[in-house]
């Protein structure tokens, strides 16, 4: 499975931009770059993925670097709603050694949001 | 549309009891899945199902059962629960393993095991 890497932990002050960096260093041409974030006690949620081309949708901006190996979810404007762990995953095929459609959870960032 | 819900959201045990945990959808979803996760780790996969009748080991299947008798529902079983299975399981539903789906997770279930 393709690995990503992501900072344990970040902190933001409410209604400023954040930038939460993911490196997929391993990333294959047809891998998907998948966020989903866990607010405090409830399950994980989707919030935005993308192949080349940056993405907006009205949770977050994804900014994908034109190697792929690299990419940046973007928030805005912080709200202490926020406040949860983002993970960054990416999703390969199975004819590429990837798996049936389940996602492959690392740690993710811990994103603190100040008021 | 309630869309993922889970039952029962707490539940203790002792070990060796037996349980069995519910997850439901509503979305006509071919895919679902059962997750744990333990703290201060991202969530791992226990055992998932590509439609109505079959199922599929994940990464942590050992000392669970599953089973998919109607499409909208998935079934976690603990045959003889043991205090490492203490943990929160999250079910979640997709439409398929296009590379594009999202998955939709339930609220999540908290087991403890003594």
């Known amino acids: 499975d393709a690995k990503t890497t992501q900072p344990n932990s970040m902190e933001s002050n409410e209604e400023e931009p954040v930038h939460l960096p993911c490196n997929h260093s391993?990333?294959?041409?047809?891998?998907?770059i998948h966020w989903y974030r866990q607010l405090p006690s409830q399950g994980p949620e989707y919030v935005i993925h993308?192949?080349?081309s940056n993405v907006n949708n009205r949770m977050a901006s994804l900014a994908i670097a034109e190697d792929r190996k690299s990419s940046t979810l973007i928030l805005h404007r912080a709200t202490l709603r926020d406040a949860a762990v983002y993970y960054c995953?990416?999703?390969?095929?199975?004819?590429?050694?990837?798996?049936?459609?389940?996602?492959?959870f690392g740690k993710g960032t811990k994103l603190s949001v100040k008021p | 549309n309630a869309g993922v819900t889970q039952t029962p959201k707490f539940r203790v045990l002792k070990t060796g009891q037996s349980m069995t945990l519910l997850c439901a959808q509503d979305?006509?979803?071919?895919?679902m899945y059962w997750y744990r996760q333990d703290p201060g780790m991202g969530l791992r996969l226990i055992h998932y199902?590509?439609?109505?009748?079959?199922?599929a080991k994940g990464e942590v299947p050992d000392g669970y059962n599953v089973s998919r008798l109607k499409k909208q529902n998935f079934l976690l079983g603990l045959e003889s629960a043991a205090p490492s299975q203490t943990s929160v399981y999250f079910c979640?539903?997709?439409?398929?393993?296009?590379?594009?789906?999202?998955?939709?997770f339930g609220p999540g279930t908290r087991l403890t095991v003594l």
């Open positions: 993308g192949l080349t």
């Open positions: 995953i990416l999703r390969r095929g199975v004819n590429y050694g990837g798996s049936q459609g389940n996602l492959i």
């Open positions: 391993t990333i294959s041409g047809t891998d998907y």
């Open positions: 199902s590509v439609g109505e009748g079959t199922t």
């Open positions: 979305m006509n979803h071919e895919y």
């Open positions: 979640a539903s997709g439409r398929g393993s296009d590379l594009r789906d999202t998955q939709y």
